[in-house]
């Protein structure tokens, strides 16, 4: 079993920066993959950015050069650098983990068995 807990979210401007953060219970295999998703109010969950084991890095194109996803060495805590946010961004954050997840699946939320409780971020124009 693999706990998660976010944390960084809240309000800004259009333009400003979030960090998020992941947290894990441990470092196990249990979170060899690591994504964040997030989710606006009337849509369905997106996947934002991904990153495997060895440190590989996915964006979607909506915040490809926007975003930065991250790990410790430890691979304790995940992280989401946003910056030049915009309204479009608003929605819930969630990280998710999984101990395997195939190429394919990598921005598919129902391929991680575990995920955090999610935390709001808010972007006004």
Do not use: H
């Not at 910056?83 to 195939?102: K, S």
């Not at 990598?106 to 124009?125: C, E, I, L, M, P």
């Amino acid at each position: 079993q693999v706990e998660l807990v976010e944390s960084g979210g809240g309000s800004v401007q259009t333009g400003g920066s979030l960090r998020l953060s992941c947290a894990t219970s441990r470092s196990t295999d249990g979170s060899n993959y690591m994504a964040w998703f997030r989710q606006a109010p009337g849509k369905e969950r997106e996947g934002v950015a991904t990153i495997l084991p060895r440190g590989g890095t996915f964006y979607a194109a909506s915040v490809k050069g926007r975003f930065t996803i991250s790990r410790d060495n430890p691979k304790t805590t995940l992280y989401l650098q946003m910056d030049r946010l915009t309204p479009e961004d608003t929605g819930m954050y969630y990280c998710a983990a999984d101990a395997w997840v195939t190429s394919s699946r990598w921005f598919d939320g129902d391929a991680y068995k575990f995920w955090g409780q999610g935390t709001q971020v808010t972007v006004s124009s």
